[in-house]
């Protein structure tokens, strides 16, 4: 009431002052009264469910009002208000390292090649030497003799593996699915009909390679059936893997290159090979021979197998259309010291670690004789992980050194929930391994019977020859195939949300998570207990 007194008085002296003018208007008083008590129902509805008490904080800038609003905008003020900072992604690896990669094993690869050209050489000039000046000397007609009747049958064994090479890769990329299953049971049919046709040579070299054929076809019969709940996924795999293969022109030229620069290479081998029999210690001086071609062809092999890797790799990481030249000279220039280095310890490795489940296969009570299985298992495990045939994917996307790529490779698979024991129990590497063997034995049926009919007493050798290169050039050929799917599972574990990829390998993982589609065990001898007497 003060208030409005105080408000009155300066108009009453205007209304004076204001005299002989119009009458001032008539003020009335507005009386607003507040309650402080709410009405009875808001009254009993606090009194159930009473409201926390207002908190006023100082953290964060006040949201000015707008000039829409009709506020003023003032920035906060400086001291109280940061914004927040955004973390810059990882920079993504270079693609194009242009590093020689793991030098020193390619220097000594290198050093090899021309002790193995030199060697190579001086063994087929003999031999012509022999022939050609001294023509009726005992060495030159056992040279002419083996040039006239060995050799003949071996390069036909070779030729043949040409064929069957490019067939094989053929058929795994037209008919995947079926493919799978065929390899398996024909590698078990093909060298137990050979191993049987080589027994019924009747002579004790023929009749011992008979029997190890035999035995390993039952091995593989045995194998086949152990991964039976595996093929289906496998094959899946193989249909999805090999796809991107059609989208690069010329992606099997590098194969082809490898199995043409192998086929001329085995030819003046196996003169070499007539030329060391007369030779100062033949059987030391042919071994290392053997030795030399196993490891050539292997590099011959892992090199179309960086060049697709590369290639596939790419378009999967990148969705870059690469070029097959470019990989290619990748492949024989800076990851060539890698590739040299894998083909020397992966077969090792591998087959070390085979030989460490076989003989977990076998333990039982004998301690003494089995008490180290889990120990050698245990530790071709652990070299596994820096070793291993994935690391060649990322030595052709990143050009990384192979041990650090097997490293890495290992390491997106351990982040991956379950991915490291779908990589481990996959049996991609096994199929082609099947491949080259059952080749193999093909080239021995041919090569073989070829050999009886002529000169019977060159059975067994030539039978062993025509097996070791029908092998090794099936196996340069089935590169692309593997490479294929070796760069879908690695680049699936590297890049999960891709959409090049489908569910094959999600659906997988799910299944293994859940327990509908565990991965068979490793099967093992039961335990015998022997009750207390």
């Not at 009749?207 to 045995?222: D, E, K, Q």
């Amino acid at each position: 009431m003060g208030a409005a007194a105080d408000n009155a008085a300066p108009r009453q002296g205007e209304a004076e002052r204001g005299a002989g003018r119009a009458p001032a208007p008539e003020v009335r008083e507005v009386k607003v009264v507040v309650v402080d008590e709410p009405p009875p129902a808001v009254a009993r509805l606090q009194a159930q469910r009473p409201l926390a008490p207002l908190q006023v904080t100082t953290q964060a800038a006040p949201t000015p009002m707008t000039v829409a609003s009709g506020g003023v905008d003032q920035p906060p003020p400086a001291a109280n208000y940061q914004p927040a900072m955004r973390t810059p992604p990882p920079p993504l690896a270079s693609l194009n390292s242009r590093v020689y990669t793991n030098q020193i094993s390619l220097c000594l690869f290198l050093v090899h090649l021309a002790a193995a050209g030199l060697a190579v050489g001086f063994f087929v000039y003999r031999a012509v030497k022999d022939i050609v000046q001294h023509p009726r000397s005992r060495n030159a007609r056992r040279e002419e003799s083996l040039l006239r009747q060995w050799l003949p049958p071996v390069e036909g064994a070779v030729a043949l593996s040409i064929v069957l090479a490019f067939a094989w890769q053929k058929a795994v990329r037209a008919w995947p699915r079926a493919m799978v299953r065929v390899i398996l049971w024909s590698g078990f049919g093909v060298t137990l009909a050979v191993g049987a046709l080589l027994m019924c040579f009747s002579m004790p070299a023929t009749v011992g390679l008979g029997v190890a054929m035999v035995v390993f076809s039952i091995g593989t019969g045995l194998y086949a059936c152990w991964v039976t709940r595996r093929v289906g996924f496998t094959a899946r795999v193989f249909e999805k893997a090999v796809q991107p293969v059609d989208k690069f022109r010329g992606l099997n030229g590098p194969a082809y290159l490898m199995v043409a620069a192998g086929f001329v290479w085995i030819s003046v081998w196996c003169v070499a090979v007539i030329g060391a029999v007369n030779f100062r210690f033949p059987g030391l001086t042919i071994l290392a021979l053997v030795v030399s071609l196993a490891w050539t062809a292997e590099v011959m092999r892992n090199v179309a197998n960086l060049t697709a890797s590369r290639v596939i790799a790419l378009y999967y990481l990148r969705g870059m259309q690469s070029s097959v030249q470019f990989s290619f000279q990748r492949a024989l220039s800076y990851n060539l010291g890698s590739a040299c280095l894998g083909s020397l310890f992966v077969p090792t490795i591998e087959a070390l670690r085979i030989l460490a489940r076989g003989l977990n296969l076998l333990e039982g009570e004998d301690e003494f004789m089995f008490s180290c299985a889990h120990c050698c298992l245990n530790v071709m495990n652990a070299v596994f992980e820096y070793g291993n045939s994935w690391a060649f994917v990322h030595i052709a996307a990143y050009g990384r050194g192979f041990v650090q790529a097997s490293r890495s490779t290992w390491l997106q698979f351990e982040r991956l929930p379950g991915m490291a024991a779908l990589a481990d129990a996959d049996i991609t590497s096994s199929v082609c391994f099947l491949t080259g063997v059952t080749s193999g034995a093909l080239c021995v049926a041919l090569a073989g019977s070829w050999t009886f009919v002529t000169h019977r007493h060159y059975t067994a050798t030539v039978s062993l020859m025509a097996f070791y290169v029908g092998y090794l050039m099936t196996r340069i050929g089935m590169a692309l195939p593997q490479a294929c799917v070796g760069c879908y599972f690695v680049c699936y574990a590297e890049n999960p949300t891709s959409r090049l990829f489908d569910k094959t390998i999600p659906d997988r993982l799910s299944k293994m998570q859940e327990g509908q589609e565990a991965l068979a065990p490793t099967p093992r001898f039961p335990h015998q207990h022997v009750g207390a007497a």
